[in-house]
Every structure is written in C-alpha cells, then in structure tokens.
C-alpha cells in the first residue's frame, strides 16, 4: 500500500477500483481528528464497506477523496433526540407533511445547495452519483418534509441492519430541517434503530440531543447493529406506516 506523506506523517492511498482494504480506525490521525486514508474511489461496494468498519468519505472538490474516522463519534441515540418547547408548539399546528425515499436526488441536491455559512460543500458530483447509486440499490434513503408541493427540508444517508449512518441535512423554512431529524429519529427507534450516526462533534448536534461516543464502542455498536436484519419492505411504505404516529406523542 503507497503512503501520502501528510507532515511528518504518512497516510495509506487506495487504489482506484481496488481492492485494497481501509487500515484499522484505531490508525486514523489525531489531528486532523479521524483522516485514516486517501484515494480509491466512491463505488457502492466501497461505501458499504466503509460504513461498516465506521469509515465515512469527506473532502472538498479539488481534494482527493478522504476517508474518515474520528474519535469520538457524534451519534443520536434515537429516542433522545431534544425537543425544545419552541419547537413542540409549532409541532402542534404544523400541517408539513413527510414521507422517506420519495425525493432522494432532490433531497440530496438541496443538502449540497450553498448556505450563508457555507457557501461551497462537500457534496461534489461524484459523490451525488455515488450516494443516489445506493439508493437505487435499496442501501441509502431520505426523508423529505413537504410544506404543500414544496420541499422545505429533508435529510438522507446510509441504512445497514439496523444501523443508520446520516449524511446530511437541510431546511429552507424555520425548523424544516429539525422536523426531519425529529421525524427520522422517531421512526429509526419504533425499527429499533437505536442510534444515527452524525460524523463529526458540533455544537448545533448537541443542542439537537447528539452525543459524543468514544471511536471504539461506536465500531463495535456498527459491528454488532450491521449484521442484524433490515426492515422487511420498502422505506417509503414501512416509514407512510409510522408517520401518523411519529410524531403525534412529541
């Protein structure tokens, strides 16, 4: 396996369209928290490979692809995601409606869309290809919120057993975008889905109710939630089941 020299620090390269396998998490740097390797390439098998070792992609248009896995892991425990009392009162009149998986592209597209505080994104077009690639193979999904016909907020990313990785999310109206969460969190916990995985600490996770989770046990909770059965049926059925439900206790 080549080394890319980083400092005085070096990191494996993957082959493109290779099969050389991600080194061990416990290698991936300190600083900058997580980078493991460098290469490769965005292909379904790879994808679900990392996921399953608690490896995610990340990186800038004119970078390499980069591999992460940090230490520690942001993740929601799904039945603790925080509900403000703000929050609970629009719930109550809000008349949104949500369904799962029935606008990836476009759920993806919006999360990739330039925001005030980040006017470019990590979103590239490869990784658009890739990741509606998944869903097509029944491997990533979405969950749109919808104020009439228009999409005001969503959120996609990665099922594997009973294992969700989340990838992104937005909202283009007030609280869209906690709706989504909110939404999908209710009904990964009735799938016994336990926990979400949310990548990176930040402090907006954390008001949401995301915590940080030491690397070692988030692996071994993937290796252990992964190998278990997904959901019988599609998303967009199982989840148009639930959604009366979801939210009606918040």
Same mark, same amino acid.
Request: charged share 20%; aromatic share 10%.
């Given at each position: 396996?080549?080394?890319?020299?980083v400092?005085?620090?070096?990191?494996?390269?993957?082959?493109?369209?290779?099969?050389?396998?991600f080194?061990?998490?416990?290698?991936?740097l300190?600083?900058?928290n997580?980078?493991?390797?460098?290469?490769?390439?965005?292909?379904?098998?790879?994808?679900?490979?990392?996921?399953?070792?608690?490896?995610f992609?990340?990186?800038?248009?004119?970078?390499?692809?980069?591999?992460?896995?940090?230490?520690?892991r942001m993740?929601f425990?799904?039945?603790?995601?925080h509900?403000?009392?703000?929050?609970?009162?629009?719930l109550?009149?809000?008349?949104?409606?949500?369904?799962?998986?029935t606008a990836?592209?476009d759920?993806v597209?919006?999360?990739?869309a330039p925001?005030?505080?980040?006017?470019t994104?990590?979103?590239?077009?490869?990784?658009f290809?890739?990741?509606? #690639? &998944?869903?097509? /193979?029944g491997?990533?999904?979405?969950?749109?919120?919808? @104020?009439?016909?228009?999409? +005001?907020?969503g959120?996609y990313?990665v099922?594997?057993?009973?294992?969700?990785?989340g990838?992104?999310?937005?909202?283009?109206?007030?609280?869209?975008s906690k709706?989504?969460?909110?939404a999908?969190c209710r009904?990964?916990?009735?799938?016994?889905?336990?926990?979400?995985?949310?990548?990176?600490?930040?402090?907006?996770?954390?008001?949401?109710?995301?915590?940080?989770m030491p690397?070692?046990?988030?692996?071994?909770?993937?290796? #252990? &939630?992964a190998? /278990?059965?997904?959901?019988?049926?599609?998303?967009?059925? @199982?989840?148009?089941?639930k +959604?009366?439900?979801?939210?009606?206790?918040?």
């Amino acid at each position: 396996m080549e080394l890319l020299a980083v400092g005085m620090i070096r990191i494996p390269i993957l082959e493109r369209h290779g099969t050389t396998a991600f080194p061990p998490v416990c290698d991936a740097l300190a600083e900058p928290n997580g980078l493991l390797a460098v290469g490769g390439d965005l292909s379904s098998a790879r994808l679900l490979d990392a996921y399953r070792h608690g490896i995610f992609p990340w990186y800038s248009r004119d970078e390499p692809i980069l591999w992460w896995s940090p230490d520690p892991r942001m993740v929601f425990p799904t039945d603790r995601v925080h509900v403000s009392r703000t929050l609970r009162r629009f719930l109550r009149d809000c008349a949104w409606t949500i369904h799962a998986d029935t606008a990836f592209a476009d759920v993806v597209r919006a999360c990739a869309a330039p925001r005030p505080t980040q006017p470019t994104t990590w979103i590239t077009h490869d990784m658009f290809h890739a990741y509606c #690639e &998944l869903h097509r /193979l029944g491997h990533a999904h979405s969950l749109e919120v919808h @104020a009439g016909d228009e999409l +005001v907020g969503g959120i996609y990313g990665v099922a594997i057993g009973r294992m969700f990785f989340g990838e992104s999310m937005f909202g283009t109206r007030t609280n869209a975008s906690k709706v989504a969460l909110l939404a999908l969190c209710r009904a990964l916990h009735q799938w016994q889905f336990p926990l979400l995985d949310a990548q990176m600490h930040s402090a907006h996770l954390v008001s949401l109710g995301a915590v940080d989770m030491p690397r070692e046990e988030f692996v071994r909770h993937v290796n #252990e &939630l992964a190998a /278990l059965p997904a959901i019988i049926g599609s998303w967009r059925e @199982a989840f148009a089941q639930k +959604v009366a439900k979801t939210l009606a206790s918040t």
